[in-house]
């Protein structure tokens, strides 16, 4: 072997051993000693992002300090309640005076009705009393033997005539006022026509009935017309 060739050699593996402290370390499996050494037990940026965020939320949700009540404060509340309630009780009040004419209101129309249903013939029998005045008087008329058989028929068909409207007038709660001589005179139901003095009628009695006077039920339909004793 020549020199040149035993040196090349040498030279070698001069450089094959010859390896840098960082080169052993790493093959050791340490590191580096330039590179900085990592704190492993900080924080990350991100939690430390997440923790300012959340005490700054938390600034947000606390309730600034409010002032204290000032008396003024308290005296307008107070006042604002009272006229709270008095404006409940004049809307109470007026609720009930609306629920108490709606009821009286109830009430007569249910009168009304009742009685036009009880007097609903008032007018018609008012213009039959005419008519039985008439038919009165007319069998009242006394015949003498001279007059014919047809004039005394005819009579007693008028006779019947009448008892039959009268019974008709009964049906239908149509009756005469209590009158005659002797009966106490009663302003609802008797009219004096005039007043005379009378030896065997007392007086504010009647003593003569001008006109029969009529009910219906307990409507009067026509004043008796009397003559009353002073």
Known sequence: MSVKQADSGTSAGSKGKARSPDAKQAQNGEKPADEPAVDETAPDASETGQAAGHRVEQAKDTPEDTPADTPQDDEDLAAALVEAREQVQEMKDGFLRAQAEMENVRRRSQK???????????????????????????????????????????????????????????????????????????????????????????????????????????????????????
Do not use: C, W
Not at 141 to 161: C, H, P, Q, S, Y
Not at 178 to 190: I, L, M, R, S, T
């Open 112 to 230: 009304e009705i009742q009685a036009a249903r009880k007097y609903a013939i008032e007018v018609f029998a008012q213009e039959l009393l005419p008519v039985k005045d008439s038919m009165e008087q007319a069998t009242q008329v006394e015949l003498d033997d001279a007059v014919g058989e047809a004039v005394t028929r005819m009579k007693e068909g008028l006779e019947l005539t009448l008892k039959q409207l009268e019974t008709v007038l009964a049906k239908f709660s149509v009756v005469e006022v209590e009158a005659g001589p002797g009966v106490k005179f009663n302003p609802d139901h008797h009219q004096a026509v005039s007043m005379v003095a009378s030896e065997d009628i007392p007086p504010d009695h009647i003593i003569s009935v001008m006109q029969k006077g009529f009910l219906l039920k307990d409507r009067l339909l026509r004043p008796a017309m009397v003559v009353v004793a002073s």
